[in-house]
């Protein structure tokens, strides 16, 4: 399986058009999504699901870590804690950041993909995110590749791929239309499973996206 790889797909946008590129780029794709106890679980599976029959991806693994919502530090997971509104101008890590969410993901990927034999693992980080949260810095992927390199068996070749890490919320939408990427089928909200909310910061960073680019979100909103 060296021309194929593992996509971590959470359901929302930018997994949605990073699995659209790793299909482009790859002979063969095995999609992995990982629950932690996050408000909106159920949706984002289903979401996953949908743009997995979508692509026809016959190798699937759904796995949850929802230790996280016990260690909980996060308003994802926290029901103590409040998903606040938007703010798109504020500088400060918001508290919808899961402690080193991605460093927990990207280490079952890596298990998978060294059982499987695939040569990369796609995933949708974007170090634009207002959220600035630390674990979507290209830094962050630089540091985790030479674990995996250290980690792994010595004949073992897997690179972590962030196709779309440098890329705007606008510029990722119109690589989405570009490649046809299922984003009707995506799932971005924080809070809400049926209508989007509109006003979380994961709501409010694909609706300015969207609008940047010119294009209408395909998505319901309250």
Not at 48 to 61: H, P
Request: aromatic share 8%.
């Amino acid at each position: 399986m060296a021309d194929a790889a593992i996509v971590l797909v959470s359901g929302g946008m930018d997994s949605c058009v990073t699995a659209a590129v790793a299909r482009e780029e790859c002979g063969e794709i095995a999609f992995l999504h990982i629950s932690y106890g996050q408000l909106t679980e159920a949706r984002e599976r289903r979401a996953y699901n949908d743009i997995a029959d979508f692509y026809s991806v016959e190798k699937r693994l759904d796995v949850s870590i929802e230790y996280l919502a016990k260690i909980g530090g996060s308003s994802l997971t926290d029901r103590a804690m409040t998903v606040g509104e938007a703010d798109l101008t504020c500088s400060e890590i918001p508290n919808t950041y899961v402690p080193f969410r991605n460093g927990n993901m990207l280490s079952i990927a890596a298990s998978w993909a060294e059982v499987l034999g695939v040569s990369a693992i796609y995933i949708g980080a974007v170090a634009e995110d207002s959220s600035g949260y630390p674990d979507c810095r290209p830094e962050f992927y630089t540091a985790f590749q030479a674990a995996i390199d250290a980690g792994t068996k010595p004949a073992t070749r897997i690179e972590i791929r962030t196709p779309i890490i440098r890329l705007s919320k606008a510029e990722i939408v119109k690589k989405g239309f570009e490649l046809g990427a299922p984003l009707e089928l995506s799932w971005s909200c924080y809070r809400e499973n049926d209508l989007a909310c509109g006003t979380c910061d994961s709501c409010a960073l694909r609706l300015r996206g969207f609008d940047a680019a010119g294009i209408t979100d395909p998505i319901p909103y309250k």
